[in-house]
């Protein structure tokens, strides 16, 4: 008998798979996919020789986070490499806010007004970042916080609305940039706990950057996979998980799926009935016959770059995504320029561009002609450098990844007390009323991203339980 078995091979089913079998305990991940990866894959979607990662492509939490960083991923061949700017936020009249490793850096971007404030939020926190990312991403319950003070500080700050937060700001270009920091998780600008989102996400930027994963996302996974095999734990691929019957005999039962499924899976009946999924997104990976034609010349060197006129429009694009059955006329944007930083993903000469708009859970229209022409107000000329497009709607990203319910890349609405409190108000959000069943996908907190602490934080609940029995 194993002592564990885990359901689904993405970033957190196999990071929880690691810390159980670096503790010595006997461990098989089974996926129903072809290859590892979840939110973490790398695939020829367009053209022979362009490398696109399908979801996750930049990294700020995957390189922050105390799991991975206390892992030897190095040595299984995850490099990250970093872009000239973490990433940049241009405006219609040509100019740009930055978020650069430097705070002085991006501070001066946001103008004369801003910069006093935009330091004074963020140096508070900067120098004790390490500590404060280990306390927040263990939430809750799963360790003591090492700096509490820092920690209740932060909450101060974080917890109220980002809308809240951007009143220190005066100018446009500081409200703008850290509004679209927010929309990173699909949260509304106005709802609990999301100026903590973008505050985090500032600091992970000025902390280490906004990396990608030299050859694409697919590396993280890999890295972690090899590194399991080493520790004596086995993976199995094309093994689609029905009922637990389908799965050997074993101590523990470890989920990286959807709160649903896992109930389906193991008899859990209405168990999550309650449990709310989210905003989906349109995505589309290009084939580039050179680089983004971007007016302002900042975002000719970021690896992610954020497209939204201004927060207003930000914020609508938001609520027409999470508050309506309708696209936004004019969708926020998240792109992302792999290689701009790592020349191998595509052709001598060419690129790779990542990009993906909000739409509302299950929508099935196209978002291709609005989104492009977001990017003409900002790179005149985007279209005339698309050698090849791949799009996916949320019907799309369900079929690739069962965690993505209508879409939803966060597995789950990151508003309200769901936020932080996820997939039920519990103080025990890893374990399920089956005393061997465990859930550690990104339905569990800290929540979405590839960061591996949702399965670090599961493998602490599934080995005491194990050294109980």
Sequence with gaps: MLDAVVVGAGPNGLTAAVELARRGFSVAVFEAQGT?????????????????????AAHPLGINSPAFRDLPLERY?????????????????GSAAVLSRSVGETAASFGARDAGPYRRLVERFLPRW??????????????????PVTLARFGLVGLPPSTWLMRRFRDEKAK????????????????????AIGLVFALAAHARGWPVARGGSQSISDALTAY??????????????????????????????SPTALARIAGLGSHYANY?????????????????????????SAGTVQIGADSTEIGAALHAASGTDRAPEQPFL??????????????AGKHVFWAYGHVPNGWNGDLTDAMERQLERFAPGFRDRVLARATAGPA???????????????????????????????????????????????????????????GHNAAKAVWRRLRQT
């Design 334 to 347: 998240i792109t992302v320029q792999p290689s701009v930083a790592d020349p191998t993903r595509a052709p």
């Design 176 to 195: 703008t940039l850290f509004a679209g920091l927010v929309a990173h998780v699909m949260a509304p600008l106005g709802g609990f706990a999301t100026g």
């Design 36 to 56: 590892v990866g979840g939110g973490a894959r790398t695939e020829e979607l367009t053209l022979p020789g362009f490398r696109h990662d399908p979801c996750s």
């Design 276 to 300: 709310r999924y989210g905003p989906s997104v349109f995505k589309i990976d290009y084939a580039l016959d050179g680089p983004v034609p971007w007016t302002a010349e900042e975002p000719r």
């Design 396 to 454: 799309e990203l369900a079929a690739r990844n069962a965690n993505y319910v209508g879409g939803d890349i966060s597995s789950g609405a990151v508003s309200g007390l769901q936020l932080l409190l996820r997939p039920k108000i519990s103080l025990f959000p890893y374990s399920t009323p089956h005393p061997a069943v465990f859930i550690c996908s990104s339905a569990t907190p800290p929540g979405p991203g590839v960061h591996g602490m949702s």
């Design 130 to 147: 390490d500590t404060l990312a280990r306390d927040f991403m263990s939430l809750p319950l799963t360790a003591l916080p090492r700096d």
């Design 77 to 93: 061949g995850l490099q990250w490499l970093h872009p000239g700017l973490p990433m940049a936020h241009p405006f219609p009249d």
């Design 228 to 257: 399991l095999e080493d520790l004596g734990g086995a993976v199995h691929t094309d093994y689609e998980v029905k009922r637990l019957d389908d799965l050997p005999p074993a101590r523990a039962y470890v989920f990286d799926t």
